[in-house]
């Protein structure tokens, strides 16, 4: 159904209108599906001191995190409790953003020795890294 309009000053307004209502145009689109982003290791140091920390870390471009698994256990680290997490932004020419998120967990070995860290696997939003 098209308004008919009775001031002359708003004919190309309500012309307009009734051109968005017949061809659809004013009809929301469907969303883009999310991004996946781009999510990758972050390859750990190859020694480490014993009062410091061992790390592994993902990091992900281009999206938000949804989820995310759980990092291993790794005998002979003790886990430390929680995340470090890091977010970058950096300002691209023409105005853009780029952020990228970083999540980490440290282990700290009991003792001094050389160990092998096992394959293991990570998903981040739904995407497996090994």
């Not at 952020?99 to 967990?105: H, I, S």
């Amino acid at each position: 159904m098209v308004r008919q309009c009775s001031v002359r000053r708003w004919w190309l307004g309500c012309w307009l209108a009734g051109w968005l209502l017949l061809t659809g145009v004013s009809q929301a689109q469907p969303a883009a599906p999310a991004a996946a982003g781009q999510v990758s290791l972050v390859a750990p140091a190859a020694s480490v001191p014993l009062a410091g920390p061992f790390t592994l870390a993902f990091r992900l471009q281009g999206a938000a995190l949804a989820t995310h698994s759980a990092f291993p256990e790794i005998e002979g680290f003790r886990k430390a409790d929680g995340l470090t997490t890091t977010t970058t932004t950096r300002l691209l020419p023409g105005g853009q953003r780029s952020t990228e998120l970083t999540v980490t967990q440290r282990y700290f070995p009991y003792t001094e020795g050389d160990y092998v860290v096992p394959a293991f696997t990570l998903t981040v939003n739904g995407q497996v890294l090994r």
